[in-house]
Nanobody, 122 residues
Framework: VQLQAFGGGLVQAGGSLRLSCAAS????????VGWFRQAPGKERELVAR????????YYTDSVKGRFAISRDNAKNTVDLQMNSLKPEDTAVYYC????????????????WGQGTQVTVSS
């Protein structure tokens, strides 16, 4: 499975960005797709995840009500709509996929896309 992330950029606080993760290869083997982020000097953290088959979702507390993860099974994409962005959302964002579970930690994910920078100015 190959993942490719798109959509980062620079935005002012309160603005919106939409990230997209395009998957190719053995999509049928995927269990969960997640978006992670890593800010300088911090560990990579799970932002949101979606179960590929059912569409069930999870969000970390700091983004609840502001971010929305969705998938398009026909296009094999998983998007992360980010609204009401804050400077603390600034990070490199990565999409990742697990083939075996609905996981919370980066080490549990099997496939990774390249990162995309999101910068929120105050």
């Amino acid at each position: 499975v190959q993942l490719q992330a798109f959509g980062g950029g620079l935005v002012q606080a309160g603005g919106s960005l939409r990230l997209s993760c395009a998957a190719s290869g053995r999509i049928s083997s995927l269990y969960t797709v997640g978006w992670f982020r890593q800010a300088p000097g911090k560990e990579r953290e799970l932002v949101a995840r979606i179960r590929w088959s059912t569409g069930s979702t999870y969000y970390t507390d700091s983004v609840k009500g502001r971010f929305a993860i969705s998938r398009d099974n026909a296009k094999n994409t998983v998007d992360l709509q980010m609204n009401s962005l804050k400077p603390e959302d600034t990070a490199v964002y990565y999409c990742a996929a697990s083939k075996s579970g609905y996981y919370a930690y980066a080490s549990q994910y099997d496939y990774w896309g390249q990162g995309t920078q999101v910068t929120v100015s105050s």
